[in-house]
């Protein structure tokens, strides 16, 4: 069925020193304090705003209660951006009770896009939505950027480099946050935590606020322990973490009840798209999820009778949002980012010729007719 942030203070910002050290060329260093010296200190960035850390602090405020969904890229069959159903999703997606959009995220293969196209996409966003609306924009290591080093001193030099890059590039299009892609790349060398926290202490000179990101292991190459999240959170200009173990609630419950503990002030924000429901029952305050993309009122509603105690509503939504989980994400799990285009385009928000994933395995038509099966389910739920 388809359907027709300003602060007056003049304080420095002091990033802390690293707890940890490397062995590089048989010496140890202090390895974030290093990479600041020889590696930007010829880079076109501006200096850590003095006020980021307050700006952290607000961005989790404004997340609390909000949904904001990780949008997938409308492509041709050619793995063109589809750049009039772009704009008629960003024009839509500007009418719906969100309070802003992730780009460049998983679900917007933000990775994988090459330049042009992530400015474009960027762009359009940041056009179609309302200004006090957030463009929170992934930043990591680009698929397209060639071959990483080897040596992990050299390696790690140059993933922070490379995702410095794009979070400039999200800076300068109008971005308002960093959601950091983990960096898969890191895994396997030695002392991988610390260069991870290394990363993302770096990537201060962006000057915008950033979420973290745990992404369970099949997907990111490299999950965040306890300890390494703690870490990251104690950074100042990290205003929370986005969690998506996809079907893990154990590890979400550890989670969520440590940064509830140790990090009362970072908003802890769900990525939980099969469970959305029981994971704001344990403590996440929002959303930022790719199933968001399509039906965000429901998604938004499920919200709202989460963090208002509305108890009857919370039940009922929590199942409509689970069916629509179900048919979305579900094996083969990065599907789903196609199985959300043929949800948009269900509604009529996008064309048929807007539904292509380049990056994504090959579905069927059992595929597409599950997902049109739980929408029109959907039709009479929720």
């Known amino acids: 069925m388809r359907r027709g942030f300003s602060g007056h ?41 003095p006020r980021i850390a307050d700006r952290a602090r607000a961005l989790a405020q404004q997340l609390d209660g909000t949904l904001v969904p990780a949008v997938p890229v409308p492509r041709r069959i050619t793995g063109e951006l589809h750049v009039d159903a772009q704009l008629a999703y960003a024009t839509w997606m500007a009418g719906q009770p969100v309070s802003g959009v992730a780009v460049w995220a998983h679900t917007g293969r933000g990775l994988h896009l090459d330049e042009g196209m992530r400015a474009d996409v960027l762009s359009t966003w940041r056009s179609a939505l309302p200004s006090s609306a957030l463009v929170i924009a992934g930043c990591g290591v680009s698929r397209n950027g060639g071959a990483l080093p080897t040596d992990p001193r050299t390696r790690t030099k140059e993933i922070i480099r ?27 060398l030695s002392d991988a935590p610390a260069r991870v926290v290394a990363l993302h202490d770096a990537l201060a000179e962006a ?114 949002c689970d069916g629509f989980a179900a048919a979305t994400f579900t094996e083969p799990m990065e599907g789903y980012i196609r199985r959300m285009l043929w949800a948009l385009a269900e509604d009529g928000i996008i064309p048929e010729d807007a539904c292509h994933d380049p990056v994504g395995p090959p579905l069927d038509r059992d595929d597409r007719a599950r997902v049109v099966r739980a929408m029109r389910a959907l039709d009479g739920a929720a």
Do not use: W
Not at 27 to 44: D, L, W
Not at 220 to 243: F, I, N, Q
């Open 207 to 320: 000057g915008l606020p950033l979420i973290a990101f745990l992404l369970y292991q099949r997907a990111s190459g490299l999950e965040y322990s306890d300890t390494l999240l703690d870490g990251l959170l104690s950074l100042p200009h990290v205003a929370g973490v986005k969690l998506a173990t996809l079907d893990s609630v154990m590890r979400f419950q550890t989670v969520a009840s440590r940064v509830a503990a140790g990090h009362p002030d970072r908003a802890l924000i769900t990525g939980e798209d099969r469970f959305l429901g029981y994971s704001l029952m344990i403590g996440a305050r929002c959303a930022l999820i790719g199933m968001g993309a399509a039906r965000p009122a429901m998604q938004y509603a499920l919200i709202r009778a989460a963090v208002t105690n509305d108890a009857a509503a919370l039940v009922r939504l929590t199942r409509a």
């Open 9 to 49: 203070s003049d304080e420095r910002y002091h990033r802390p020193a690293l707890p940890a050290r490397f062995p590089a060329s048989g010496a140890p260093c202090i390895f974030g304090r290093e990479i600041h010296c020889t590696v930007f200190a010829s880079a076109s960035v501006k200096a850590p705003t």
């Open 162 to 188: 490379r995702t410095m890059a794009m979070a400039i590039a999200a800076r300068d299009g109008g971005a308002d946050a960093l959601l950091v892609h983990p960096p898969g790349d890191l895994a396997g």
